[in-house]
């Protein structure tokens, strides 16, 4: 099945613990995303790749981290210098610019961080 | 110029009853328009999409109504049922650019029996 898997499910952080999240995806799509998702808001973009080997920083990157070493993969790092990390994080991807849906993007099913 | 309004926040809707969303953009060079359904502890999915060519698109109960003259877009969900009970967000971008999607807030859609 084609799709975008996210690992922990469930992830708990010791504070001044980085953790990393986990996402890799099989729809051969060129753009990764994540988003955060704090209990009933919306979603803030943290990091987006266009292409392997380059990101940018969304609108709430302080405190991330991101690699795009493959296609197929785009962890997120969530830092001791996030001081506020507990939220649903969100791994999504689309096919990529400059072509009919390109901007179309595919979530996958969430993690869920938790500081203890 | 980016942002993408949304209304309501939250909705409640009876059973059969029509639910409807909607949304504001700036940007006039929008050209894509989605809508994603969200279960609690679920990522969002991909709902139905308008292109501004259209003024309506229609997928089983689920219709969007596009209005480009006033930059304006709705969800209209025909006979709600209680499995609709979702948040919903509201998208737009430009197709073929690099550019990120911008989402809406949300709207907190429930469904009563």
């Known amino acids: 099945d084609g799709g975008i898997t996210q690992s922990p499910k469930y992830l708990f952080r010791k504070e001044g613990q980085n953790v990393t999240l986990s996402c890799e995806q099989n729809?051969?799509?060129?753009?990764m995303y994540w988003y955060r998702q704090d209990p009933g808001q919306g979603l803030r973009l943290i990091y987006y790749?266009?292409?392997?080997?380059?990101?940018q920083k969304g609108d709430i990157a302080e405190g991330y981290s991101v690699s795009r070493e493959k296609k197929e993969s785009f962890p997120l790092t969530v830092t001791s210098a996030q001081k506020n990390p507990t939220a649903f994080y969100l791994c999504?991807?689309?096919?990529?610019?400059?072509?009919?849906?390109?901007?179309?993007?595919?979530f996958g099913e969430g993690s869920w961080l938790t500081v203890v | 110029q980016q942002q993408v309004k949304q209304s309501p926040q939250s909705l409640i809707v009876q059973k059969g009853g029509i639910s409807i969303i909607n949304c504001a953009y700036e940007?006039?060079?929008?050209?894509?328009f989605p809508w994603y359904q969200q279960f609690p502890g679920k990522g969002p999915a991909l709902l139905i999409a308008?292109?501004?060519?259209?003024s309506e698109k229609k997928e089983g109960r689920f219709t969007i109504s596009f209005n480009k003259s006033a930059k304006q877009f709705s969800l209209h969900i025909m006979d709600s049922q209680p499995g609709d009970s979702a948040t919903y967000f509201c998208?737009?971008?430009?197709?073929?650019?690099?550019?990120?999607?911008?989402f809406g807030p949300g709207t907190s859609l429930s469904v009563i029996p």
């Open positions: 999504a991807s689309s096919p990529g610019g400059g072509q009919r849906s390109g901007n179309t993007i595919y």
């Open positions: 729809l051969n799509h060129d753009a």
């Open positions: 790749s266009q292409i392997v080997n380059d990101f």
């Open positions: 940007n006039t060079a929008f050209d894509y």
């Open positions: 308008i292109r501004p060519d259209v």
């Open positions: 998208a737009a971008s430009i197709e073929t650019s690099y550019d990120k999607v911008i």
